[in-house]
């Protein structure tokens, strides 16, 4: 009779603990069935509100419309910009058609027309507030007093040249030498200091006219945004460095926006600014929320993580294989997070320059585009749910590893013919003058554009060269559109026809597929003597995933 009652415990306690295991593995597999569940999906089963999704949706809708609107005021300060630029061109450049004929302004080619250009642009300085008609005016310094016009020559300090005797005696150190005028004055060089502006042109390297103006970008205002204050750092440079007798004439201009020291304004143009202040905050809580949300997702992901590698270990000895732990690390709550930090940055920038307190539209411009691309990137995830639509993501993640070496095979190619197009060609072409312009220029060949003018272009004046580059881009053309351009599609179709084999015949199952399906058919490994290293990577290789060496067409499915 106690024998029976010890066979009743043992019994009673083996079939509890069978439960517990057993409760204990749905319950896993319950929590991974939930994780890779839609937004959907998790709401009609547990009844939970996709606020995560809802979130995503309200952060496209808001930064997209702070980007319109700070996209429309940027471009009018870049229209600004450029047409001060344009109109301080024709101010103060005889002779500009108003398009640069090349890399400089305008070009002239004897001393009188030098003396002509030099003359024109002291005279225009000194007669700007009568000439221009938009809102740009001297500058001042701290004192009050008006910033002078600062002329510098330079040129070689010692030189003799007669190209008649093939001869020449010349110290290349350069010297420099500098004078400056009030701009009330600029006119009267001609009296004052006379002997500055005798020219010899065998020696001079350079002439570089320095002044600063100020300017306040007006049309702001009807767009209800304060006005911003400019000031212009302009340079006019005669270039005769080459000494080829053409003398090159270029006007550069480094503007620099500032809040307005003083200024006063009615309307709605402040009301409007505090507006937008409010709604920049709202977006900058929206992406708090959502990177924080993502955040808590990840961290869940992790735990999910160790409770499936435990309950593996103890239960078949096996370790997760790197495919299926992949499989908890959603890129996609990375992208969130990383658009979310982007876009908080923007709109703190945008709030400082509304608030008049920076002028960084360039850096703010970069910080809120890349945000939003990255917000509508990550859309893809949702649509991704839908079997029809998942394919360009399938499709991406199977081509990208052989697109990728295939691009650094063809990469070295291409940068042979970058080189080689730009030290022979870049004397003739001026498609070909610089490794970016090459580059560029290859990159357009690739994809077939503006072939006839390329050939066209170039100077027949050096038969060898015109003969290597007939060679040099005939192959280019036929080995880059012909070879690699159809491998490199062959490459991506060839993975949309294994995803599409997939669909339809099924995807590999690995042992976390298996174990979401119920499957137990995962091998025990048993002690047979081997060291700890020799098991583990018994486990790894073997009996990890049950299946053939990893291949790029195997992907892997949440």
Known sequence: MELLVRYLDRSNSVSSDMTQDFIKEESLRDDLKYYFMSPC?????????????GVQILKIVMITTQLILFGLNNQLVVSYKEETTMALKNLFLKGYTGVDEDDYSVAVYTQQAVFDSLSYVLEQYSQLDQLSVGLISYAE????KLLPLTICKEYYKRGSLEPSNESYDIDAHLETVCMSHDPKTANMWKTQNASFFNLDFYRLVDIKITFQLKGINLQTVRHRALPDCYAF??????????????????LDIDAESNACQDWKISGTAQKNTHYLLVFDGFVILVCITSATLCTRSIILAVRLLQRFSRFFQENFNRKVCEDDQSEFLNGWYVLVIISDLLAIVGSILKMEIQAKSLTSYDVCSIFLGTSTLLVWVGVIRYLGYFQKYNVLILTMKAAFPKVLRFCCCAGMIYLGYTFCGWIVLGPYHEKFEGLSRVAECLFSLLNGDDMFTTFAQLKDKNILVWLFS??????????FIYMVLSLFIALITDSYETIKNYQRDGFPLTDLHKFLLGQKDFPVQEENGQTEVELSNSIRHCYCCQRVAPSDDVILIS
């Open 141 to 144: 310094g701290k004192d009050g």
């Open 41 to 53: 999906e998790k709401y009609r089963t547990r009844r939970h509100i996709p606020w995560k999704m």
């Open 233 to 250: 750092y302009v340079t006019i440079t005669f270039d005769n460095q080459c000494h080829s007798g053409k003398v090159k004439l270029f």
């Open 470 to 479: 007939r060679a040099y881009l005939y192959s280019f053309i036929s080995l």
